[in-house]
């Protein structure tokens, strides 16, 4: 029988799986604004088509979205379709931890 050992994860997952402290950064800001952008989605209950439609985006990209793939969004247009669904983005600038 073998131990595991289990190692506290840091506040960003995506530092743990590799990428760049930038990069990592920039994927957690937008992954946030993708849930945030889903829950919308979820408690307006639109189809793929309702929320192309009401986003101005054609359905593959609403697919990508539902999907998760983060490559495919940039910050700029995450907080366009947020707006377009009632949503307001505020940005919080702190110093970092060492």
Same mark, same amino acid.
């Given at each position: 029988?073998?131990?595991?050992?289990?190692?506290? %994860?840091?506040? @960003?997952?995506?530092?743990?799986? &590799?990428?760049?402290? !930038?990069?990592?950064?920039?994927? *957690?800001?937008? +992954?946030?604004?993708?849930? %945030?952008?889903? @829950?919308?989605?979820?408690?307006? &209950?639109?189809?793929? !088509?309702?929320?192309?439609?009401? *986003?101005?985006? +054609?359905?593959?990209?609403?697919?990508?979205?539902?999907?998760?793939?983060?490559?495919?969004?940039?910050v700029d247009?995450?907080?366009?379709? *947020?707006?377009?669904?009632?949503?307001?983005?505020?940005?919080?600038?702190?110093?970092?931890?060492?």
């Open positions: 029988m073998s131990e595991n050992t289990i190692t506290q %994860a840091d506040d @960003n997952i995506f530092i743990d799986l &590799g990428f760049s402290a !930038e990069e990592a950064e920039n994927l *957690l800001i937008r +992954s946030q604004l993708m849930l %945030a952008l889903q @829950n919308q989605i979820k408690h307006h &209950g639109w189809t793929i !088509e309702q929320t192309a439609q009401n *986003l101005r985006q +054609s359905k593959d990209q609403i697919q990508a979205l539902t999907q998760g793939k983060i490559g495919q969004f940039s247009i995450l907080i366009v379709m *947020l707006n377009q669904v009632g949503m307001t983005v505020k940005v919080e600038i702190c110093p970092k931890v060492a």
